[in-house]
């Protein structure tokens, strides 16, 4: 079983900065990819950030793009988001998820595609 487990959200002012974190504990895996997901009330959740294995490969949301960065500390079995620039828009719980049977997938934005998902953490920018 692996838990992950997020940590970082909060209440920031529009153009403000917060930087997420989720860490994987239990048996994990040495090879798998990170991704970032949220969802803002009333509507479905939508893909935010992922990255390879080694860290080498991101990919971003057109929506995030510029503004945030996803990286992982392979060490400890941590991802983080860092969000910059935030606007209200970007209120929202947001989700880690680890995909440990990506076999020949480098990176993923579909949903599904993840084993294992965090608790969520809240964000909510104030305009």
């Known amino acids: 079983q692996v838990l992950l487990t997020e940590s970082g959200g909060g209440l920031v002012q529009a153009g403000g900065s917060l930087r997420l974190s989720c860490a994987a504990s239990g048996r994990t895996f040495s090879s798998y990819i990170w991704g970032w997901f949220r969802q803002a009330p009333g509507k479905e959740r939508e893909f935010v950030a992922t990255?390879?294995?080694?860290?080498?490969?991101?990919y971003y949301a057109d929506s995030v793009k510029g503004r945030f960065t996803i990286s992982r500390d392979n060490a400890k079995n941590t991802v983080y988001l860092q969000m910059n620039s935030l606007k209200p828009e970007d209120t929202a719980v947001y989700y880690c998820?680890?995909?440990?049977?990506?076999?020949?997938?480098?990176?993923?934005?579909?949903?599904?595609?993840?084993?294992?998902w965090g608790q969520g953490t809240q964000v909510t920018v104030s305009s």
């Open positions: 998820a680890a995909d440990f049977s990506a076999g020949f997938r480098a990176i993923t934005s579909v949903e599904y595609e993840y084993d294992y």
């Open positions: 990255i390879s294995s080694g860290g080498g490969r991101t």
